[in-house]
């Protein structure tokens, strides 16, 4: 067969593949052109035994062709060049989880060394989450026009440049500013990583490759919480090694990309093809390349015949129906991600540790990096799955499973709320002192007030003699005046001091929540928001949805963030859990209509997904988890079977 015949072939096979849902319930009335050879091959198609009877209608050795294929599609080999780039471009995640979860213990060392007030520690913490929003917004452009490798370059300068500043500052305003610098880096990695990934990945490990930079994210903050109970020993300066340290992944990152390539699917776009195919075949090692080659020129040029290039990408995408349909698909499920409250379950975990029942300060931090390692050990999880199960169910199981966990935990909160030790001695406050703490008759309402903690005695396993005073500004280990005052003097009378919590006996309730939740968000609900978003746009329109949708988490993340404990003093702390169940279960009704699975698919192929109306994306296509691959046996196409990807010659 002509080469031109043979790609004509896999052109027609490629949109059937597309088309394949709809041949299916159109099955009954074959149409002329697949009565003429392509129905034998679609027939083929749906079921794996049916290429043997092909064989036997359209001329015998098919089956032996289909073992020799397999037997070469076992031989082939993904180059270990391709885990290379996709570990150092990782990095980029790992800074970013580095850097988002080291603050937390870095800020109990700052705000003592430099007598930092709430708003300069808001300021340091949300400063940077606010930076990383504004840079992934703009980190579209920059991908659009200097390419993926500049835009990771430029990240990891910027988080080399930020860890000096912050490892070197003397005051809060040059923290300030290293917060900054170390946010613009994080937007702009968490926005290009994955889409460069996505784009140097053969489509049957794609899911895989890119769910391990979410793996590096939670590996950056678990490695973040060891270094934070590490150093947090080392009361003057300690911080400094906190902020700093992440300059050394930094550094490797950036000489590491000088030697890595571009994307091959941005080099074809702007027109530097031979490049294009030298990176695409070092990419994939003994397999031919024509066919992805093609297949993403091909898409190139189609697609600027139907949308166009006039007017700003976000316009386009907004007027072109199935762009539209994808970009609210990624900034849905990356917004549900940070509603169902991953972030406050991360930033608070020590909080909600404490009140489950842990006392000690250093405690509940190490504990902190437990919960950090489980979600860290349940994203591989996500790993090992996502080529399994596919994105959609992996997605929707992970959302159903985290809106059980919070709702445990908010009923372990109305557990705790429901015995919540009553006050039963009200003490004068010393002249000039706040007396406010003292109108509250329960714990419960006592540990809510962020200004107040509650004192007591225990008599077997009853409170008794408790009272609600202020706590100290300067250390929250022990009250600002009465019984609980001095740490070390009223530790020795058997006197006991909870602050943010209050002695229960159903604390295990909120443990377990805690516990089940990751064990539920991290394979799913962590990763697939990233995973999906790098996959689902058209190279045209692929830098600007990331873009989008990665403001859109970043912005959602400061918005749940910043506003859980104001959320827990006016809902109480199992209000503002069944707040984030409920926006889960709105979560689960879009995952169910509107995630179309885009499992083993050519990133050229997906925007076919979007073609129908949206909320009917998700369920129209009963190829959902079935992977049709044609394959190239000696210049003829035939159907592998399911799942299996290959493209040899
Ligand atoms: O996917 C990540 C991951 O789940 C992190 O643990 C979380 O802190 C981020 O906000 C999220 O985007």
Redesign the pocket.
């Known amino acids: 067969m002509s080469r031109k015949a043979s790609e004509n072939v896999e052109y027609t096979l490629r949109s059937l593949s597309s088309l394949m849902g709809e041949r299916r319930r159109k099955q009954q009335e074959p149409d002329a052109a697949s009565a003429a050879g392509e129905c034998s091959l679609l027939a083929a198609a749906e079921s794996s035994t049916s290429l043997q009877s092909a064989g036997a209608g359209g001329g015998g050795g098919v089956g032996d062709l289909e073992r020799a294929a397999r037997r070469q599609f076992q031989q082939d080999e993904t180059p270990a060049f391709v885990y290379v780039v996709a570990v150092f471009s990782a990095l980029g995640g790992f800074l970013f989880?580095y850097d988002?979860g080291v603050v937390s213990g870095a800020m109990l060392l700052l705000k003592r060394q430099l007598s930092l007030d709430a708003l300069w520690q808001e300021l340091l913490v949300s400063s940077t989450v606010g930076a990383a929003a504004v840079s992934a917004l703009a980190g579209g452009a920059l991908n659009g026009v200097f390419g993926r490798r500049a835009a990771i370059l430029l990240a990891s300068a910027l988080f080399t440049a930020g860890s000096a500043v912050l490892a070197a500052a003397n005051n809060k305003e040059t923290l300030l500013a290293g917060r900054l610098v170390v946010g613009l880096g994080i937007g702009i990695a968490s926005m290009t990583v994955p889409v460069y990934i996505a784009e140097v990945s053969p489509p049957n490990l794609r899911g895989r490759l890119v769910t391990i930079n979410?793996l590096f994210?939670?590996g950056g903050?678990f490695f973040a919480s060891v270094v934070d109970g590490a150093f947090s020993y080392l009361q003057k300066d300690g911080w400094r090694y906190m902020l700093g340290l992440a300059a050394i992944p930094a550094v490797i990152q950036f000489f590491g990309f000088l030697f890595l390539p571009e994307s091959p699917r941005w080099l074809i776009q702007k027109g530097q093809t031979q490049k294009a195919r030298r990176i695409l075949s070092q990419m994939r090692g003994n397999q031919t390349i024509d066919e992805e080659y093609d297949s993403i020129k091909n898409n190139i040029e189609e697609e600027e015949k139907e949308v166009g290039s006039a007017g700003p990408v976000i316009c386009r995408m907004l007027s072109y129906p199935p762009t539209r349909r994808a970009l609210i698909v990624g900034c849905g499920l990356q917004m549900f991600?940070?509603l169902s409250g991953?972030?406050t379950i991360?930033y608070y975990s020590a909080t909600i540790l404490q009140m489950s029942g842990v006392e000690d300060d250093r405690l509940a931090i190490w504990l902190a990096s437990v919960t950090a390692f489980t979600?860290f050990i349940f994203?591989l999880v996500g790993v090992w799955l996502v080529e399994k199960v596919g994105r959609r169910k992996l997605t929707f199981g992970s959302l159903a499973g985290t809106t059980v966990a919070l709702v445990i935990l908010a009923l372990g909160f109305v557990l705790s709320a429901q015995v919540s030790p009553r006050i039963t001695f009200k003490p004068i406050a010393p002249s000039g002192q706040n007396a406010t703490c003292t109108r509250y008759s329960y714990c419960n309402e006592c540990m809510l007030d962020p200004d107040c903690g509650f004192c007591y005695k225990m008599n077997k396993s009853t409170v008794i003699d408790s009272s609600c005073v202020p706590v100290n500004k300067a250390s929250t280990n022990e009250a600002a005046w009465g019984r609980c005052e001095n740490e070390t003097k009223f530790k020795t009378e058997d006197i006991f001091w909870a602050y943010n919590f209050c002695p229960t006996p159903y604390s295990w309730t909120a443990l377990l929540g805690l516990i089940l939740y990751l064990v539920f968000?991290?394979p799913g609900?962590?990763?697939m928001?990233?995973t999906v978003n790098s996959e689902i746009y058209p190279l045209w329109a692929r830098s600007t949805g990331n873009a989008c949708s990665s403001g859109i988490?970043w912005i959602f993340?400061v918005l749940v963030s910043l506003t859980f404990l104001h959320t827990a003093e006016y809902l109480t702390y199992y209000g503002a859990f069944f707040l984030y169940a409920g926006f889960a279960a709105v979560g689960l009704v879009f995952i169910y209509g509107c995630l179309p699975e885009t499992k083993g698919k050519k990133l050229e192929e997906i925007e076919s997904l979007f073609d129908h109306r949206l909320c009917t994306c998700g369920t129209s296509d009963s190829d959902e988890g079935r992977y049709i691959e044609y394959i190239r046996v000696k210049g003829s196409n035939y159907h592998l079977s399911d799942n299996d990807a290959s493209d040899v010659e």
Do not use: S, V, Y
Request: glycine share 10%.
């Open positions: 989880g988002t979410t994210i939670t903050q991600q940070q991953i972030n991360m979600n994203t968000f991290a609900m962590g990763p928001p990233w988490n993340n």
